[in-house]
């Protein structure tokens, strides 16, 4: 079955500390997308990429980078500069219906 | 303003109910529109994709007013099981989807 594999479920990282998200999708999409969502909160785009070798910034990409060197990875790394990393990460990627979603990583500074 | 508005609700009525959301957004160079639901500590799924001439799907009605630039949604005879948050999406052609921030619906006994 195609879909989009988030990995970690739960993560937690250390004050100071480089965590990398892993999104892998088998649905042959082009496009893929990095969201974060806080409680009671929506989504807020964190990066894209359309193709492969490209990616753009969203609205919220400071302390956050991305690689796309594969067409079915699109890693997110959060790095120490993010100050409030705490929150539910969300990888999607996009097909003909619209957004297809990964299960989401739950990232808990500790 | 925010690009894409919800009410956040909670909406809480009992099964068997009508209930009705209403979405709208700011840039009229929206093209696609659909909505998600969103359960608890889940990620988003797509529910239905809305269309000009409005569209159904079971209990589930989507409308779309370009005019008002608005979108609704009509869930008839509620289930224990619509219970979620639901999202309203939009985006422009080769733009990235908005995400409205979410209409929580509680469905009680």
């Known amino acids: 079955d195609g879909g989009i594999t988030q990995s970690p479920k739960y993560l937690f990282r250390k004050e100071g500390q480089n965590v990398t998200l892993s999104c892998e999708q088998n649905l042959n999409h082009d496009a893929m997308y990095w969201y974060r969502q806080d409680p009671g909160q929506g989504l807020r785009l964190i990066y894209y990429s359309q193709i492969v070798n490209d990616f753009q910034k969203g609205d919220i990409a400071e302390g956050y980078s991305v690689s796309r060197e594969k067409k079915e990875s699109f890693p997110l790394t959060v790095t120490s500069a993010q100050k409030n990393p705490t929150a539910f990460y969300l990888c999607?990627?996009?097909?003909?219906?619209?957004?297809?979603f990964g299960s989401g990583t739950r990232l808990t500074v500790v | 303003r925010k690009e894409v508005e919800q009410d956040p609700g909670p909406f809480n009525v009992p099964e068997g109910a009508t209930v009705a959301f209403n979405c709208t957004y700011s840039?009229?160079?929206?093209?696609?529109f659909f909505w998600y639901r969103q359960d608890c500590r889940k990620e988003p799924k797509l529910l239905m994709s809305?269309?000009?001439s409005g569209n159904e799907d079971g209990r589930f009605t989507a409308q779309l007013n370009r005019a008002s630039q608005y979108i609704s949604l009509l869930i008839r005879d509620s289930k224990l099981s619509d219970s979620a948050t639901y999202l309203c999406?939009?985006?422009?052609?080769?733009?990235?989807?908005?995400f409205g921030p979410g209409t929580r619906l509680s469905v009680l006994p």
């Open positions: 809305v269309y000009s």
């Open positions: 999607a990627s996009e097909g003909l219906h619209g957004y297809t």
């Open positions: 840039n009229s160079a929206s093209q696609s």
């Open positions: 999406v939009v985006n422009r052609h080769g733009q990235n989807f908005v």
